[in-house]
Each structure stands twice: as structure tokens, then as C-alpha cells.
């Protein structure tokens, strides 16, 4: 391959890395309270419907076209021949993706006041009054969200400075296996908690009537987004440091099946504690963070494992908030010639201005409430059920329609035949149809 271009190490290190990418809060803090708004198992049935049918010929898609493109997303959607809007496509992502780090950085920061608050005692002691104090307490100052939003930008700033290899491989391949141990032990002692059996059911069998609901179908399509982390150009970036010998169906597999676990597993930790303790499933952004200390404070040794968790859970921000932040930072990087520090520099001052509005929203600026939330939650809905799926389908008619279909195939590993028709078919019709008649849906124009 170019001499010039950075490469991962192995093709295990990029899968491990891309696995990174889609693992993160979107599956421990923002499925478990989006599921428990739109009533658990039938949304987690639409939601596997969409990554499936939606998601995972996408995932394919920006691995495909990322590798091909042998640059930044701004680059690899000029490479195949196409007209002149679609050359700008790149551009989606890269605005896109400095949109969602701005509050997911706050979500991020959350967690890391709860790893360091756990760490050092503060997060058990203060509890007797409950988790839903503690946590409103954090979040209505003005100078503590914005702190540790701080320094989660500049903690993923100097790992994502550190370059591919160096930085991001190395950090991905020590935090993700030991992340996946966590919460599949943290899942089975939730199973021990009594009225356990009322989480799992919440979570696997489905209340019909929810279906009825219009809302539950963009969320659950905006969860898939989301949580795998498509539409951002984050596969068509870190694709860009693939070698030609990783296979891509395969790599999109475990990147779909390993995300998808993940989301599972960590409602199977939260939802029997929900129900244990006597919460509402249906608390919002926060409930993570009023759920999991709970369970923490009643299990043996809870303060070392939940320290611990809110650590792993840090890590896999951080491995996510690289990912996001490797896409404009590579365009800057390519398209204008700066140094990687520069570029850094540069995104992640421009992430952390146009994130204060969010870290203040459950303080300074409570009042201020669009819809039915305020400004962390408008932000969050609007990136994952509106901003992801347009730029998803820019990708799929791309790739489907200007691409040429041999050559998309044959650049996805995707042998002529069944294979090949299959995902063309997805990304030419169905999975933009279903995006179109989702949304259409949802603002009523149906
Ligand atoms: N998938 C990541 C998560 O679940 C977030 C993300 C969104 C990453 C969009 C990349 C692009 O936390």
C-alpha cells in the first residue's frame, strides 16, 4: 500500500478499532433510556429490523467507499465519477460529526464525574438521599458540566493527536475486550437483583400496542443510526486505513453483531435494576446514571466494580468520541494541508463552544425547552432521528445509484451474484425507501 498513509497494524486492530467507533455511550446510555421511553421489546424488535435492513448494508457501504476513496470522507465521495452535489456529500459527515460530539462530549463528561466521583468514595456517600438527587445536584451547576466536558474533548484531542497506530488502535484493543467482560457480569448479577424477571420481560417481550405509537419507529431507526455509528462518515474514514486483505462483509459483521450485544446486554444490566428499585423506565436521558450507581451501592464489593464500570464506560466515549473526531481532523488534515496537531486543536475548540449550550441545559439554561426538552435532548433527537438518516441516505443513493454497481461490489468484497444484488438492492431501494416513509411518518407528512 502508500508508503505515506498511516495503516492499522492488523486487520484485527481495525475491526477492534471499528467496534470502538459503534460501541459507546449509544449503547449503554442512550439505548437503555430510549428503549424504556418506547416500551422496551417491541422497540427493540424495530430497532433490530433497522439495523438490519437499514444499518448493515451502510456499514458495508462507508467501509467500501472509505477504502476505495484512500483519503478523508471529504475526498472519497469525489473519487467515483459522479455529479457535482454528490462530490459535497463528504461534507454531511464532517459537519455532522462535530454536531454530535459537541454533546455527546457532555453525556461523556457525565460519565467521568461518576468514574472519578466513584473512585475516590464521593459517588457512594452522598446517596442516601437517591441517585435522582445526586445526579440533578451535578448537572445544574454551571462550572461542573462544562469541566468535565472539557476534559473528556481534550482527553479524546491527545489520543486522537497520537495518530492511528500510536493513539487510537493501541487504546481500542486493551478497552474493548475488557468493557465486553464488564457488562456481561454486570448483566448476570443484575439477573440475581429480586423482581429481576419484570426487566427481562420489559425488555424482550413486546407490549403490541406500543407499535401503534408514530415516535417509536424514528427512534428506533435513529437508535440504529446512532448506535452503530453510521451516516457520520466514521467507517469511510478510519475504511481509509484499511489494508486491501480485511474482508469487508466479515468486518461488518462483527462491527453489527458486536454493537447490537452490546445494546442487549446493557439493558439486560439496567432494566431489572429499573424494576428492582422501584424507577421508571421512562426517565430520560438520565437514567443510566440514576440506575446503574443504584445497583452498584447494593452488590458486594459495588464501589471498586462500580468505579471500575464508570471507567470502562469513559473509555468507550472516548473510543467513540475518536472515531467522530478523526473525520473532520483527517479532512483537515488532507484537504488543507494542516498538522495533525493543528487540525485537533482546531476541531476540538470548535466542539467544546458549540457544546455549552447542552452542558448547561439542565442548569443555566433549563428554561429554555424545544419541544418537549431542553437543549441536550432536542440536539440528541434531532442528530440521531433526523441529521443521521439524510446523511444515510446520501450514502446509500451514492454508493447504489452514481457508483457503478460491479465496481461497489467488488470494493465491498461482496462476491457477483446473490451477494452483490442483495445489498445493491438494499442501498438502491429498500433502505431509503424505509429511511423516507420513517421520517415522512414521523412529521406527519403521511
Ligand atoms: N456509535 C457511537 C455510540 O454508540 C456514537 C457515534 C455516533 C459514533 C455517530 C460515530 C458516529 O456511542
Redesign the pocket.
Same mark, same amino acid.
Given at each position: 500500500m502508500s508508503g505515506q498513509r498511516e495503516q492499522w497494524t492488523s486487520g484485527a486492530g481495525f475491526v477492534l478499532a471499528t467496534i470502538g467507533?459503534?460501541?459507546? %455511550?449509544?449503547?449503554i446510555w442512550?439505548f437503555s433510556y430510549v428503549a424504556g421511553e418506547n416500551g422496551g421489546g417491541a422497540f427493540l424488535l424495530v430497532y433490530a429490523i433497522c439495523v438490519v435492513l437499514i444499518g448493515a448494508p451502510i456499514v458495508i457501504a462507508e467501509l467500501a467507499l472509505g477504502r476505495s476513496g484512500g483519503g478523508d470522507a471529504v475526498t472519497a465521495f469525489e473519487t467515483p465519477a459522479g455529479p457535482a452535489l454528490w462530490r459535497r456529500a463528504g461534507w454531511i459527515g464532517v459537519a455532522g =460529526?462535530v454536531a454530535?460530539l459537541s454533546y455527546?462530549s457532555v453525556i461523556a463528561g457525565w460519565a467521568l464525574k461518576y468514574f472519578v466521583g466513584g473512585a475516590t468514595g464521593a459517588l457512594w456517600t452522598t446517596a442516601a438521599a437517591g441517585y435522582g438527587a445526586y445526579f440533578t445536584d451535578f448537572i445544574s451547576q454551571v462550572g461542573e458540566p462544562l469541566a468535565w466536558q472539557l476534559a473528556m474533548i481534550g482527553i479524546a484531542m491527545f489520543v486522537v493527536a497520537g495518530g492511528v497506530q500510536g493513539g487510537i488502535e493501541a487504546a481500542n484493543k486493551i478497552l474493548m475486550p475488557l468493557l465486553a467482560l464488564f457488562v456481561v457480569g454486570l448483566a448476570a448479577y443484575a439477573a440475581t437483583l429480586p423482581g429481576a424477571g419484570a426487566g427481562w420481560s420489559f425488555l424482550f417481550v413486546p407490549d403490541w400496542s406500543v407499535l401503534a405509537r408514530k415516535e417509536l419507529y424514528i427512534a428506533a431507526m435513529g437508535q440504529a443510526f446512532? =448506535? %452503530?455509528?453510521?451516516?457520520?462518515a466514521?467507517f469511510v474514514t478510519y475504511a481509509s486505513y484499511m489494508s486491501r486483505e480485511t474482508r469487508i462483509p466479515r468486518s461488518a459483521a462483527a462491527i453489527v453483531c458486536g454493537d447490537m450485544a452490546f445494546a442487549i446486554l446493557a439493558g439486560l444490566a439496567i432494566f431489572p435494576a429499573v424494576f428492582a428499585f422501584g424507577m421508571s423506565p421512562e426517565a430520560g436521558p438520565k437514567l443510566a446514571f440514576i440506575t446503574l450507581p443504584q445497583i452498584f451501592l447494593q452488590m458486594p464489593a459495588g464501589n471498586v466494580m462500580g468505579s471500575l464500570f464508570f471507567g470502562l464506560l469513559v473509555a468507550?466515549?472516548i473510543t =467513540?468520541m475518536v =472515531? %467522530?473526531l478523526e473525520v473532520p481532523v483527517a479532512t483537515l488534515i488532507h484537504r488543507l494541508r494542516l498538522r495533525r496537531w493543528t487540525a485537533v486543536t482546531l476541531v476540538g475548540l470548535t466542539v467544546f463552544v458549540l457544546g455549552v449550550p447542552s452542558a448547561l441545559s439542565y442548569g443555566l439554561l433549563e428554561e429554555v425547552r424545544i419541544g418537549d426538552g431542553g437543549i441536550l435532548d432536542f440536539v440528541d433527537q434531532t442528530a440521531s432521528n433526523y441529521l %443521521?438518516p439524510l446523511a444515510g441516505i446520501s450514502i446509500c443513493l451514492f454508493v447504489g445509484w452514481v457508483w457503478d454497481g460491479r465496481r461497489a461490489a467488488a470494493a465491498a468484497d461482496l462476491a457477483q451474484g446473490l451477494p452483490a444484488t442483495l445489498w445493491l438492492w438494499l442501498l438502491k431501494v429498500v433502505a431509503p425507501a424505509t429511511i423516507l416513509l420513517i421520517l415522512f411518518d414521523s412529521t406527519g407528512v403521511l
Open positions: 467507533a459503534a460501541v459507546g %455511550l449509544g449503547n442512550r =460529526s454530535i455527546y446512532f =448506535s %452503530l455509528g453510521v451516516g457520520m466514521v468507550a466515549a =467513540s =472515531s %467522530l %443521521l
